[in-house]
């Protein structure tokens, strides 16, 4: 039995257990998911700045 990596739940289509989510979860996780890749890329350029600015 495949459960969402996420909610624990079963997860009921081939789909689903494919990604290891399921729909509703997915959704979610995609959205975090882009967030922390712009937290990210806030933080690398934060990072550049301050190298610039040490000189
Ligand atoms: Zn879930």
Redesign the pocket.
């Known amino acids: 039995m495949e ?7 079963q ?1 009921k289509t081939v789909k689903s257990i494919d990604v290891g ?2 729909p ?3 959704k ?1 996780q995609d959205e975090a998911d882009a967030e922390f890749l712009r937290i990210q890329i806030t933080m690398e350029e934060e990072l550049e700045y301050q190298k610039k600015v040490k000189r």
């Open positions: 459960t969402c990596k996420r909610c624990n739940r997860l989510y399921g509703t979860c997915k979610k």
